[in-house]
């Protein structure tokens, strides 16, 4: 709140310059009132400019955190904990599916299908981080490192079921080239399957040279 404040009351006191100026000098009326009113102007701006992003960062939080309240989510975090190990050394999705049924799953969901709706839970969420209604820094510190390590432990299930339709997770996908480091994207993306659609031209062109196809 101490930023809003202060420009607020910069914007008013800029006014009030300009006023009393103005009745103590009326031949510079003109400049004067237009000098406060762009000073205020900025002020107000700045202050417009604050409020949202801090709108956003509220909003961002609140997206990234509300899994904590989701029990169905947590229950399958709770799954892909135990089977990280496992999920990580997959090499098919016949692998995943061998993996036992987790009594903590909830309606006995497989590892698979807990990895399915971890990722979808992300897909949601990284739709509006691509849109631009998440504060990207805020996210990047937030749930960069988390969005790294599920998709490099999801990497097979992801490639594998995004060889029939590259804009499955394509948003989740676009922020992960976003954060993850080029060492990473290096290591990773080569069983990621195609460009997800969201990303641009060049990033597009990034991804294929790293899969070898451009």
């Not at 098919?92 to 299908?113: F, Q």
């Not at 060492?183 to 069983?191: L, Q, Y």
Request: proline share 6%; charged share 20%; net charge negative.
């Amino acid at each position: 709140m101490f930023i809003p404040t202060v420009l607020l009351v910069l914007a008013g006191a800029a006014l009030i310059w300009g006023a009393y100026s103005a009745s103590r000098h009326p031949e510079h009326s003109g400049p004067m009132t237009l000098a406060a009113a762009i000073v205020a102007g900025i002020a107000l701006a700045f202050n417009a400019l604050h409020v949202a992003r801090q709108g956003r960062i509220r909003f961002t939080l609140d997206a990234t955190f509300q899994r904590f309240s989701n029990s169905v989510y947590a229950s399958h975090a709770v799954v892909l904990f135990r089977y990280r190990k496992q999920i990580a050394a997959a090499r098919t999705v016949e692998d995943l599916e061998k993996l036992p049924v987790d009594p903590s799953a909830p309606e006995g969901a497989s590892v698979a299908e807990a990895l399915i709706s971890i990722l979808n839970y992300w897909e949601f969420v990284t739709t509006a981080y691509v849109d631009g209604h998440l504060d990207r820094e805020t996210f990047g510190d937030v749930a960069g490192e988390l969005i790294e390590t599920l998709v490099e432990r999801s990497k097979t299930l992801i490639g594998a079921i995004r060889t029939g339709d590259a804009a499955n997770w394509e948003h989740l996908l676009a922020v992960y080239f976003c954060v993850a480091s080029p060492e990473e994207r290096r290591r990773v993306i080569p069983s990621l399957g195609p460009p997800p659609p969201r990303l641009c031209p060049h990033e597009e062109f990034l991804w294929e040279r790293i899969q070898g196809k451009a």
